[in-house]
């Protein structure tokens, strides 16, 4: 089974700063799939961003990119010019026939 | 619009009750899942189905049950044999492609209490 680690249960940030949200995986595929989650305090999982193991190029899409170190077994969201919208918890997770999840990073945007 | 959609929103059942939690989505996609999410941690895997009438025990399968005779739908039922009921129960459906870039895709959750 895959294990996927989260070691920073909460984060505080300045509005219209970045902030990097960590993650790192454990997993023996070559092929694999990394994906990051955000839950607003209603509770909906929204779909954020999405790398696979063998793209060369980190993943972008619009304000979040992904920082994907494969020799490390690592997997980061870089979240630019944080919004109070971005106030949320926020969760990675990777794929081989399911999804399995990390606990999660809460994130809390200041004005 | 396309989506997934669940309901109800909230829902209470006295212990000893079984209680079925509803999943349609309109995204004609193959695969859905339920998982679990309790407060302060990640969701866990209950069952999934990648295929019309067939499905497949997730993680924590014990003392739930689920059907798939529609594409469209997927309920879940949670029997009284489920000893820790209370949680937020997600829905999820993808395309069903293999090799790591099935990107899953979720409803708005049930919030189930027990009295």
């Known amino acids: 089974a895959q294990k996927i680690t989260q070691t920073q249960p909460g984060m505080f940030v300045q509005e219209k700063e970045a902030v990097t949200l960590d993650c790192t995986y454990d997993t023996s595929d070559q092929s694999y799939g990394l994906f990051w989650y955000k839950q607003p305090s209603s509770g909906e999982m929204i779909f954020l961003i999405y790398?696979?193991?063998?793209?060369?190029q980190n993943a972008t899409e619009g304000r979040y990119s992904l920082n994907f170190q494969k020799a490390r077994k690592s997997a980061n969201l870089v979240i630019s010019a944080s919004q109070l919208g971005d106030s949320a918890m926020y969760f990675c997770?990777?794929?081989?026939?399911?999804?399995?999840f990390g606990a999660g990073t809460t994130v809390t945007v200041r004005a | 619009d396309g989506g997934i959609t669940q309901s109800p929103k909230y829902l209470f059942r006295k212990e000893g009750q079984n209680v079925t939690l509803s999943c349609e989505q309109n995204?004609?996609?193959?695969?859905m899942y339920w998982y679990r999410q309790d407060p302060g941690q990640g969701l866990r895997l209950i069952y999934y189905?990648?295929?019309?009438?067939?499905?497949q025990k997730g993680d924590i399968a014990e003392g739930y049950s689920v059907s798939r005779e529609k594409k469209e739908s997927f309920p879940l039922t949670v029997t009284s044999a489920q000893k820790n009921p209370t949680a937020f129960y997600l829905c999820?459906?993808?395309?069903?492609?293999?090799?790591?870039?099935?990107?899953?895709?979720f409803g708005p959750g049930t919030r189930l209490t027990v009295l």
């Open positions: 790398q696979g193991s063998y793209d060369e």
């Open positions: 997770a990777t794929y081989d026939y399911k999804l399995s």
């Open positions: 999820a459906s993808s395309i069903g492609t293999s090799g790591g870039t099935d990107t899953q895709y």
């Open positions: 189905s990648q295929i019309v009438n067939d499905f």
């Open positions: 995204l004609n996609h193959d695969a």
